[in-house]
T-cell receptor
Framework: QKEVEQNSGPLSVPEGAIASLNCTYSDRVSQSFFWYRQYSGKSPELIMSIYSNGDKEDGRFTAQLNKASQYVSLLIRDSQPSDSATYLCAVNLDNYGQNFVFGPGTRLSVLP | SAVISQKPSRDICQRGTSLTIQCQVDSQVTMMFWYRQQPGQSLTLIATANQGSEATYESGFVIDKFPISRPNLTFSTLTVSNMSPEDSSIYLC???????????FGSGTRLTVV
């Protein structure tokens, strides 16, 4: 059973702070990793993808991947109340197609 | 990214009945996917639908309960058959844009079975 684990939260941070979201995965051969944001009552939307060890930055978001530790994280700098949502970590088990396993999600609350 | 129109957005259904959910994509895609998201939980893949072949179902999901059609490269339907309250969930279709670039979801169908 391929697993993706996340802290369910809720994670509460004050506005302007850095929110750190963590994810671990069990399948060592996974090559691509994704973070989705899901607002309540809405469908998930892709915010970050990462394939190589290290950091990948996109605006206020930074994804970090450590394949040796089977760990991927998402940092949100200068958190805003509009960032309040559930963040889903997803791992694609198929390098040539799509076979996603989603984590349970971490609920983030940014307090004004 | 592809744009997916999914309908209905929500429905309340009587147990024992069936509901068909439709997804229309604005571009041709090889693979379409159907997910279920039960209340407070993450997404679980139900099946993968390729045009011209039978859908591939994940463990725990069977064709008699969740028949899928994929008549062309832009359209798919998922039917939830003989519904029970346990089928109350959000159902989402998705498509891959290109390999390893994630997946785009439709807006979802919120199903309540009473």
């Amino acid at each position: 059973q391929k697993e993706v684990e996340q802290n369910s939260g809720p994670l509460s941070v004050p506005e302007g702070a850095i929110a750190s979201l963590n994810c671990t995965y069990s399948d060592r051969v996974s090559q691509s990793f994704f973070w989705y944001r899901q607002y309540s009552g809405k469908s998930p939307e892709l915010i970050m993808s990462i394939y190589s060890n290290g950091d990948k930055e996109d605006g206020r978001f930074t994804a970090q991947l450590n394949k040796a530790s089977q760990y991927v994280s998402l940092l949100i700098r200068d958190s805003q109340p509009s960032d309040s949502a559930t963040y889903l970590c997803a791992v694609n088990l198929d390098n040539y197609g799509q076979n996603f396993v989603f984590g349970p999600g971490t609920r983030l609350s940014v307090l004004p | 990214s592809a744009v997916i129109s999914q309908k209905p957005s929500r429905d309340i259904c009587q147990r024992g009945t069936s509901l068909t959910i439709q997804c229309q994509v604005d571009s041709q895609v090889t693979m379409m996917f159907w997910y279920r998201q039960q209340p407070g939980q993450s997404l679980t893949l139900i099946a993968t639908a390729n045009q011209g072949s039978e859908a591939t179902y994940e463990s725990g999901f069977v064709i008699d309960k969740f028949p899928i059609s994929r008549p062309n490269l832009t359209f798919s339907t998922l039917t939830v058959s003989n519904m029970s309250p346990e089928d109350s969930s959000i159902y989402l279709c998705s498509v891959e844009d290109t390999p390893n670039l994630g997946t785009t979801f439709g807006s979802g169908t919120r199903l309540t079975v009473v």
